[in-house]
């Protein structure tokens, strides 16, 4: 059903109100039958897409769409194409890039029109079989959606291949792509045999979560745990030599590790695919089943951070595509799915990253530490919230800075609870087992986890210990992380560094002419002493000429041996340039970090040496 079902029977409520004053009985039957017909489409049989995209479409940055079916039974067909793609948790409405809808029988047009602003009416008017063909409009570098260079494109089932509204997700269709003949294909979708260029999938969830590259690019395979794992990169030439190696190596290390935390791999193949433009800020990937779809600035090859991007994507393979809260089962398409969930389906994911890299060997201890100790730094400048308020609100993108804040702090809550568990069971058992009887009882059941399902686990993981206190505190509260008490359960502990830095004590925004302007003056800091005031132009401070907000670094590094030095700040105010007398002042900083507690006991060494090295026991 589509989302806007609510106000279309409103409408149609309002019209036999106005048909019951005025207008004869008849059709206000009439209207009423036709209601419910509004939102499912005729029963469509045999569904196959077909996508386009070689050199003459790439000009346009077009994908052709032709989508062909058999009509089997009476009234119109309706044709939807999703909201969002599911893992990236907002509403995009694929419509949009949609143009030059024509559907046809044969050599005539039917006649269409919109249902809703992401569903299409066609009158089939007798005919048996129908094709619909589309352009979509490939001009967005987001994995959640359609891109196109002159010589690839990549794109999503969710952004080109409309399903038969009302009628349920559970149809098998091929999907065939044409294009030039030198030009490659990735995807996860299984191949049709005999048939170059087509695919086939058995539902439309996986029609959807199986996404394509096409064009030009490098792409080679290797068996990892005794599975075919493939890896596509655009543009050919850009992950090559070395990084290549190093990417493969990593993998290589990756997916044995986390495959070990559920006991089995569960996939034919996995296709890795990365691509990387210079256009696009930071780094960005999706997860698939059997895939996943990575944007990265070219900057980020040969850091650190590919291996961990890919290392979060490939656990999602078990960690949301299958293993899922019951709210997001089954996906649906045309609205949001909101959960309070995603604490556990990403910031649990992301703690399994860092350990997917140290148990493999692809960072050790003190990284590990440096990552976790980034992440409570990362919750602590954040306003304190709510894991679940957090995860409900994604939505939305809230702008209060709680935004994606269950990634860090998701993964913190994972931490101390696989702390907790290996305390409360002598290292007997850990997170793992839950995530492992989770895995089992859920997914492979065909369902999603509910809430008194994963404090289930989690409670028989501790011996029967309670976790209602921890879930009020620290997943619905606002609670801080008791850390004091959970670092030395495994041999970790705060260690705290006080760094002295010169602090002006100003906050400042720019004007719409580009005026550095003093928006606040720290109460007892330099600025203030030196008398600078709230709406002043900030010009200079010393020989620093201030051009942006970010000066606090400049400043810092060069001004930090300088201790009681006096400074001169350069002001306007009221249309008059001053010069203000200050003093350079040092202040001091503690910076947390965690480290290695060499004089723990024997119960949390263990414990820790289990969570660096995947294992339990005695
Ligand atoms: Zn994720």
């Not at 999503?156 to 349920?168: A, K, M």
Request: charged share 20%; aromatic share 10%; hydrophobic share 40%.
């Amino acid at each position: 059903m589509t989302r806007t079902e609510a106000p279309r029977l409103a409408l149609v409520r309002l019209a036999l109100a106005a048909l019951a004053l005025a207008g004869p009985p008849a059709r206000a039957a009439e209207a009423q039958k036709a209601a419910p017909a509004a939102v499912q489409s005729a029963p469509l049989t045999n569904l196959r897409y077909e996508i386009t995209f070689d050199s003459t479409t790439a000009e346009t940055r077009t994908l052709k769409v032709a989508v062909s079916f058999d009509v089997a039974g009476p009234g119109p067909v309706l044709l939807s194409l999703p909201a969002w793609t599911p893992g990236a948790y907002e509403l995009t409405w694929f419509a949009r890039w949609v143009g030059n809808f024509t559907p046809t029988a044969g050599d005539r047009s039917l006649a269409w029109d919109k249902l809703d602003y992401d569903t299409w009416r066609i009158q089939p008017a007798g005919a048996k079989s129908i094709t619909v063909r589309f352009d979509y409009l490939a001009d967005t570098l987001d994995n959640a959606m359609a891109w196109a260079r002159p010589n690839f494109a990549f794109f999503n089932g969710t952004n080109v291949l409309p399903y038969p509204e009302g009628r349920g997700l559970d149809f098998p269709a091929t999907v065939a792509i044409r294009t030039e003949p030198s030009w490659l294909v990735a995807t996860g979708m299984q191949s049709v045999p005999q048939q170059a260029g087509t695919y086939r999938e058995g539902n439309y969830h996986d029609l959807v979560d199986k996404p394509f590259l096409v064009g030009r690019m490098d792409y080679d395979s290797m068996q990892v745990a005794g599975v075919w794992t493939r890896l596509a990169t655009f543009p050919a030439g850009a992950l090559a030599g070395q990084a290549r190696a190093k990417m493969w190596e990593d993998i290589g290390k990756v997916i044995p590790v986390e495959s070990a935390v559920f006991q089995e791999t569960p996939w034919k193949n996995y296709t890795v695919m990365m691509l990387f433009d210079s256009s696009f800020g930071g780094l960005s990937a999706l997860e698939h089943t059997n895939s996943h779809l990575g944007i990265y600035n070219p900057q980020a090859i040969g850091s650190p951070v590919l291996a961990s991007v890919t290392a979060h994507e490939i656990f999602h393979a078990w960690n949301v595509k299958r293993l899922r809260p019951a709210d997001m089962v089954p996906y649906r398409y045309d609205r949001t799915e909101p959960t309070v969930w995603l604490w556990v389906s990403e910031g649990i994911t992301d703690y399994y990253a860092d350990l997917a890299l140290i148990r493999g060997g692809v960072i050790n201890a003190d990284q590990f530490l440096g990552q976790t100790a980034d992440k409570i730094a990362k919750v602590a400048d954040a306003p304190p919230t709510a894991l679940e308020d957090a995860s409900l609100s994604t939505w939305i993108h809230p702008t209060d800075g709680s935004q994606y804040l269950y990634y860090p702090k998701g993964s913190l809550a994972g931490f101390m609870l696989d702390v907790l568990i290996r305390d409360a069971s002598d290292n007997r058992r850990s997170l793992d087992d839950v995530m492992r009887t989770l895995y089992r009882s859920t997914w492979k059941a065909g369902r999603g986890f509910t809430a008194a399902e994963w404090w289930r686990a989690v409670t028989a993981a501790a011996g029967g210990k309670s976790f209602g206190d921890f879930a009020a505190r620290y997943v619905d509260g606002r609670e801080p992380y008791p850390w004091r008490q959970i670092l030395p359960l495994a041999g970790l502990r705060v260690a705290a560094d006080t760094i002295l830095e010169p602090r002006i004590g100003l906050a400042s925004t720019l004007d719409s002419a580009g005026r550095v302007i003093v928006r606040q003056v720290m109460p007892g800091s330099a600025g203030e002493e030196a008398g600078v005031r709230s709406g002043d132009i900030l010009l200079t401070l010393g020989d620093i000429s201030i051009t942006d907000t970010d000066f606090g670094p400049k400043f810092r590094a060069r001004f930090g041996k300088e201790d009681g030095q006096p400074l001169a700040i350069q002001v306007e105010r009221a249309g008059q340039r001053l010069t203000l007398n200050g003093k350079i002042r040092l202040v001091p900083r503690v910076e947390s970090r965690l480290e290695i507690d060499s004089a723990a006991s024997a119960k949390a060494t263990k414990i820790r040496d289990g969570i660096f090295n995947g294992t339990t026991g005695p």
